[in-house]
């Protein structure tokens, strides 16, 4: 049951990240191209600084994590969201 949540945990750090950079990145009509790259660099930091606080929370909270299973199921859920802009439609 550990290794499960343990896997949820890992994933879930990735998916809330990209929400966060998807809010910022969403709500802003950009005037210039300064602009523009001064919103993708905020959300981006925000982005990481996303992901190191919930690593954080959960390594230091979450007594019976399963580190084999939550690093995993994060590395690959990394993998898969940066793969995705390789696909075109």
Same mark, same amino acid.
């Given at each position: /049951?550990?290794s @499960?949540?343990? @896997?949820?945990?890992?994933?879930?750090i990735? &998916?809330? @990240?990209? =929400? +966060?950079? %998807? !809010? /910022? &990145? =969403?709500?802003?009509?950009a005037?210039? #191209?300064?602009?523009? !790259?001064?919103?993708?660099v905020? #959300?981006?930091?925000?982005? !990481? %600084?996303? !992901?190191?606080?919930?690593?954080?929370? +959960?390594?230091?909270?979450?007594?019976? +994590? +399963?580190?084999?299973?939550f690093? %995993? #199921?994060?590395?690959i859920?990394? /993998?898969?969201?940066?793969? @995705?802009?390789?696909?075109r439609?």
């Amino acid at each position: /049951m550990h290794s @499960a949540v343990s @896997a949820l945990l890992g994933g879930l750090i990735v &998916i809330t @990240a990209g =929400s +966060v950079y %998807a !809010i /910022m &990145i =969403s709500g802003r009509g950009a005037r210039s #191209a300064g602009e523009t !790259i001064r919103t993708l660099v905020r #959300a981006e930091a925000s982005k !990481i %600084a996303v !992901i190191v606080l919930q690593l954080w929370l +959960v390594l230091t909270t979450y007594h019976d +994590v +399963v580190p084999t299973f939550f690093l %995993a #199921a994060f590395f690959i859920a990394v /993998m898969t969201f940066s793969m @995705a802009l390789l696909v075109r439609e």
